[in-house]
Each structure stands twice: as C-alpha cells, then as structure tokens.
T-cell receptor, first 116, second 110 residues
Framework: KAGVTQTPRYLIKTRGQQVTLSCSPI?????VSWYQQTPGQGLQFLFE???????NKGNFPGRFSGRQFSNSRSEMNVSTLELGDSALYLC???????????????FGPGTRLTVT | GQNIDQPTEMTATEGAIVQINCTYQ??????LFWYQQHAGEAPTFLSY????GLEEKGRFSSFLSRSKGYSYLLLKELQMKDSASYLC???????????FGKGTRLHILP
C-alpha cells in the first residue's frame, strides 16, 4: 500500500507570494491533517479535514487555509507569505477521525518551504 | 488551555533502558500518542493509549495515567538507531484536536 505523498518536497518563495501544497493520503484514509514544524515551536496543528469538511483548526491566521477533495486528497494554501512561514509542512492521514477508534496517523515526508 | 511537557534532551547507553516522561494538561482527554522522528524524516507512530495502564510492543512500552495527566515511553535494549526525537501528543476535546509536545531528543552512546 502506497504511503502518504506530498508535493512538492521543497519550495522557495519570496515574501508576499502565495503557495499551495498538496497531500495524497493512503488509499482508503478519509482524514487528513496538516502540521507546521519548526525548530522553535515543534509540531503545530493547522487543520484536519474529514470527508471534504474541515473538522477542526489550530491557532493560525486566516492566511492559512485548506481543502479536501472527494478523493480525500488535500491541499493547503498560504497567502501573503511571511519569513516566519518557513517551515516543514507535514500532512498525515488516518482511517477515521472520531473518538472511540485507534487513530494511528501516517505522516508524509513533508514539504520544506523556505520564504526569502 | 493545553500544555504538554517533556524533557528537551536525554542521553542513554546502548543496551540500557530509558524512560521518557510526558505530562499534560488538557480539556477533554481522548487519547495519547507517542511518535518517533529521526532527523530530517517524518514522524512515525509508536503507540496509542486511551485507558490507564501499560501497553507493550516489542522493545517499546507506553504507560498512561489519566488521573495524573502523565505518560511515559519506555525503550529497552537500546540500539544506536533509537537515537531520535520522541514526540508525545494528546488528542483532546469534542473535536479531537491533536496537540504535540515539543519532543525529547534522545542520544544513544555506544
């Protein structure tokens, strides 16, 4: 079974630009979560999508948005990039998204975004 | 509010046992994860605890005490490849948000 894939793997953008990152979950997984990882803050939750609906959202500004398609693939968009947005963006998929089950999340390799 | 604490760094010797602690303060606890992350790689799942007690999986075990807001990850027979960061994460609230600690960087000495 193929793992979680993320594209692109590396990206360099300048301040003020916008960027779209893509995540393809493991086949059959309907929940996709996005995280930002930086050396100072660690892993921080951005948002989770389940069945094309945003299920919950972390404490990030509105410049960060996402969506999920009917095939469970997800995209994340960051508008008006700032230097502080430089980070590793990780996507994780899981089979279910409701309490009561085992939520093993499988992470993709990440997209390394550098904002200059 | 949410708060997850774990030591920043630990050092242990190959073949030994190490225990990595995690304490948390959350609203509406739903479960606790442990992940391993090697430098430059994505996190990989190690364990998931919902009920109090010890879950054993090979060389790794994870313990949970919900009343104390406490968990630990126990690694036995340490190998050099166990050098990595270990992340504690809690699932909380009605919307099942996952909150990660900042991770414990484990160094294994020969």
């Amino acid at each position: 079974k193929a793992g979680v894939t993320q594209t692109p793997r590396y990206l360099i953008k300048t301040r003020g630009q916008q960027v779209t990152l893509s995540c393809s979950p493991i086949s059959g997984h309907r929940s996709v979560s996005w995280y930002q990882q930086t050396p100072g803050q660690g892993l921080q939750f951005l948002f989770e999508y389940f069945s094309e609906t945003q299920r919950n959202k972390g404490n990030f500004p509105g410049r960060f948005s996402g969506r999920q398609f009917s095939n469970s693939r997800s995209e994340m968009n960051v508008s008006t990039l700032e230097l502080g947005d430089s980070a590793l963006y990780l996507c994780a998929s899981s089979l279910v998204a409701r309490t009561g089950g085992m939520y093993e999340q499988y992470f993709g390799p990440g997209t390394r975004l550098t904002v200059t | 509010g949410q708060n997850i604490d774990q030591p920043t760094e630990m050092t242990a010797t190959e073949g030994a046992i190490v225990q990595i602690n995690c304490t948390y303060q959350t609203s509406g606890f739903n479960g606790l994860f442990w992940y391993q992350q090697h430098a430059g790689e994505a996190p990989t799942f190690l364990s998931y605890n919902v009920l109090d007690g010890l879950e054993e999986k090979g060389r790794f075990s994870s313990f949970l005490s919900r009343s104390k807001g406490y968990s630990y990850l126990l690694l036995k027979e340490l190998q050099m490849k166990d050098s990595a960061s270990y992340l504690c994460a809690v699932r909380e609230g009605r919307d099942d948000k996952i909150i990660f600690g900042k991770g414990t960087r484990l160094h294994i000495l020969p």
